[in-house]
């Protein structure tokens, strides 16, 4: 039953950045379609539904099979029993209670929320993911296998990224769940550089910038594997192939492609953030393959930025038009959110209801498109759940970041993308990887190697 259960989250982690679904109730707002307000049904939440369902039967069979040892099975001496102590008594640690009360305040929003089946769909997002988490966390999984899947899922979104980018075109494809992209359309992800638009690759995500960021934290996921399958490699007992090592430096190659590609700043910034830290908690310099890597790295980086130099420029200095553009919206977002944060401090506007609540309060009659949460997912954090939430959501993170040094590494990779999108807050491959990514980085075990 476990392998069927570890079979089945592999795949949900291969498929994250896949958006199939079916729209249950478009959201409408000023007529127009309004996506946040949106409730659908994932390919990826069905695969959640199924982990739950075997993962309650497979806990009741080994409570069962636990008390028929023991005929004279009390009820608080059984399997049943002794399992849900353990389960209590981790819950009860700090990090998770921290968690679950930020869950349940999450849902007691909905009740001061305006538009609340919303809200609702929101909440659920949100213990969807603290679920997967906690899932991962307990249940006897092989890590090394559900990071092969999260691997694997990135280098096909690589690849695909590369064709994006050549063709110049992002093509849909029936039950994908990609939109089609064009860079000669409005409102499409571009960069003008000499005289031309530029797609900014997609790969199967919503926008380029959550592409970014899944690359950078798959990339930060996998640095810890690498350094371990290095460290195996050259033991006498060599239990890591040459072969095995190549394919993942071959996959980091691919995913670092992916990445470029996505001409993402925050997610640049979180992965070299990640990778100092990185160095400096592992004395990575003193590894003479890290050293070799890093130069092969570097030298792909200094190639890579004569290529596409004018695009890379483009990005970095952000005075073109499109950029000026870009950052005067995110100012005006800012804005918004501080507004809604004055008139709703303490509780928020409720979970989900961002950009509801800037419809409502501050610009009724704009179209719906226009209506974008915040870029920046502790200002979103505190407009929808007010000081009380923001509060749980920094003192959950600090507290993963002080536990555990691999979790500092990806916290502070997450704090830079947090800092500049809402993708990890708003969309639902985003909160999935979120904390799916906790997830393994706080359980990584190498029992591969």
């Known amino acids: 039953m476990i392998h069927i259960i570890e079979y089945v989250f592999c795949a949900l982690l291969f498929l994250i950045p896949w958006q199939a679904r079916i729209v249950l109730f478009p959201g409408v707002l000023n007529g127009g379609s309004w996506e946040y307000g949106t409730i659908s049904l994932y390919a990826t939440d069905v695969l959640f539904f199924v982990i739950l369902i075997l993962s309650v039967v497979w806990a009741v069979r080994v409570s069962c099979n636990e008390c028929a040892e023991n005929r004279h099975c009390e009820p608080r001496h059984s399997g049943a029993w002794q399992s849900t102590s353990r389960l209590l008594r981790r819950f009860a640690s700090r990090n998770d209670r921290r968690i679950i009360i930020l869950v349940a305040f999450a849902f007691l929003s909905v009740l001061w929320s305006t538009y609340h089946g919303v809200a609702m769909y929101a909440a659920l997002k949100l213990f969807e993911g603290v679920a997967l988490m906690f899932l991962i966390s307990y249940l006897p999984l092989n890590r090394t296998r559900l990071l092969w899947a999260l691997i694997a899922g990135a280098v096909a979104q690589s690849v695909l990224v590369v064709v994006q980018f050549s063709t110049q075109h992002v093509t849909s494809f029936l039950w994908s769940g990609i939109a089609p992209q064009n860079p ?240 990890f807050w708003t969309l639902h491959s985003g909160i999935l990887l979120f904390w799916l990514a906790i997830a393994l980085q706080k359980n990584q075990e190498n029992k591969g190697l």
Request: net charge positive; aromatic share 12%; charged share 10%.
């Open 184 to 423: 000669m359309t409005p409102g499409v992800a571009v960069i003008e550089a000499g005289g031309r638009r530029w797609l900014r690759a997609y790969g199967s995500f919503p926008h380029p910038n959550i592409l970014g960021g899944y690359f950078s934290i798959v990339l930060i996921l996998v640095l810890g594997y690498w350094k371990d399958m290095t460290n195996a490699m050259w033991r006498v007992s060599r239990t890591v192939t040459v072969s095995q090592y190549a394919v993942v430096t071959l996959s980091v190659s691919l995913i670092a492609i992916g990445l470029f590609l996505s001409f993402s700043r925050a997610a640049w910034i979180a992965l070299v953030v990640g990778i100092v830290i990185w160095f400096i908690q592992h004395r990575a310099w003193q590894m003479p393959v890290v050293r070799i890597g890093g130069a092969a790295i570097l030298a792909i980086g200094i190639l890579y930025s004569a290529l596409f130099w004018p695009l890379i420029a483009s990005r970095v200095t952000g005075v073109g038009r499109l950029e000026l553009k870009s950052t005067s919206e995110r100012m005006q977002y800012i804005r918004e959110s501080v507004a809604l944060v004055r008139s709703n401090a303490l509780f928020g506007v409720g979970i989900g209801n961002y950009t509801a609540a800037v419809h409502d309060e501050l610009r009724p009659n704009n179209p719906s498109w226009s209506y974008q949460p915040v870029h920046n997912v502790f200002l979103l954090v505190f407009a929808e759940l007010g000081f009380i939430g923001v509060v749980l959501f920094i003192l959950l993170l600090r507290q993963l970041a002080t536990r555990n040094s691999k979790l500092l590494i990806l916290n502070s990779a997450l704090i830079i993308l947090f800092l500049f999108d809402h993708s």
